[in-house]
């Protein structure tokens, strides 16, 4: 059930509501909105934050009862931490703490106070907005999974008050919006990856796409394999060879531009406005092809799909948004298993770029799929090109699972997208992807082979993508590290949707101004 957000203006002691959420500094004054509920409350409050009650570590949390003087059956005082060393990410993690409270208590409703004195430095209102309606919307979310379990006392408030001192400017309540079309794009993303490879199919992803494009009309077209085959998609069919599951080639196309219209592929360049197009792997599950895997955590390569997802995702975003952006998702969706006909070390396959391509390693097959869907980008005319997917375990080696890998032909483009990150707190980190590195993919019996040995591995293989992204402006987001968690907490995150809708929401700025 998606949260659903209000405004009121009004002192935050007198709406009755669950729960009352307060962010405070365990170092300074209260801010005025919390002194409003001291006074009613008698000086409790600033009694519980000198005594230490509340620890000062930003996200900390204090639940209380009853407050007399105030009409909220709950008031949840977060910690901001000390106001020295105050920033975006305290207050994220303070957001998220709140939406972990939300989420998890029986009140059915409740409320936040925003104001001014407790956002970062150099952040206003409109931007807290839209990252607090994600953050909390996000938090709210649970998959679905199939059990014969029930939970028998439904948790979670699910209407929210966001309490303000004065009326919102209309950037302020589209900024709400637009935070809850992100959480909902993320929820999408986080199903489609959570769902076993059984059930998440190249069909099945191709599905979703069609009913996401009835339900806010815009363009579906699939491909199944004899239409890849006629465009010579040589790459992306060799990873499908081993498996029963049939190929699919999603193309969707959003024209918030001019709504209603379609565009359709064309090579006729210069004509209408150019799109941003996001391409998408769709490897629904990886068995490494030939080149197994070791059956350690090989449960978790149904998460090979999280850029096709995330793309997904996005145009659900959009859609909900009703960004006035053009953009178009490509998603090459297979599924990469051992057989009798699957692809072998040592075969030699022709890309649609007409590029022929030695393939040493199956397992690096998501390279194979995108080529292609890159190749195919082109007909678009596309003002940038941006591919999201969980390409290489070498990313994860060089950067952790913090922030996602970045890697551009273009450094404008790759400022753009890290300024992104940095305002989503979806944050990317940024590798080389110099000429040298492509001497690495040397190939004696093809114009090159698809991995490039043991060093570089996120980086060769951004290598081997940018031979068929020179047309355009292009971009890399290797998100293996950030795609999904594993352990107790296991599961997709919903990444890079929060920095892929920063950035559609910054470009569409850019376009109505």
Known sequence: MPVKFTIKITSPEKPETGLLVLSVFVDTLLPPACQAVNEAAQDKLS?????????????????????????????LLVSLGKSGSFGDRAWRNALTAVGRAFADTRAKDGAIVLEEATLPPGRDLTWALRQASRIIADCAYRFNAPSVKSESVKRGAHEIAFLLSSEPSQPQKEAI???????????????LANLGANVCTPGKLAETALALGKQFKFDVDVLERGGMEKLGMGALLSVARGSNQEPQFIIMQYRGSSPGKSRKPSKNKGSGSRPIVLVGKGITFDSGGIS????????????????????????????????????????????????????????????????????????????LVLCDALTYAERFDPDCVIDIATLTGACIVALGKIPSGLLSTDNALAVELAQSGLDSGDRVWRLPLWEEYQELLKSNFADMANIGGRFGGAITGAAFLSRFAEA??????????????????????????????????????????
């Open 292 to 367: 197994l895997k070791p059956g350690a955590e090989m449960d978790e390569m149904k998460y090979d799909m999280c850029g096709a997802a995330s793309v997904i995702g996005v145009f659900k975003a959009i859609a909900l948004m009703r960004l006035p952006v053009d953009v178009v998702g490509l998603v090459p969706a297979a599924e990469n298993m051992p057989s009798g006909n699957a692809s072998r070390p040592g075969d030699v396959v022709r890309s649609m770029s007409g590029q022929t391509i030695e393939i040493l390693n199956t397992d690096a097959e998501g390279r």
């Open 177 to 191: 919006r637009h935070g809850q079309a992100i959480a909902e794009g993320m929820a999408l993303t986080k199903d």
């Open 47 to 75: 009694g519980f934050i000198s005594s230490n009650e509340l620890d000062e570590k930003a996200g900390s949390t204090l639940l209380l009862h009853g407050l007399a003087g105030v009409a909220a059956e709950r008031v």
């Open 472 to 513: 355009y402006k292009w971009a890399h987001l290797d998100i293996a590290g950030t795609a999904w968690l594993s352990g107790e907490a296991k599961g997709a995150t919903g990444r890079p949707l929060p920095l892929l809708g920063e950035f559609l929401i910054n470009r569409a700025r850019v376009r109505k101004h």
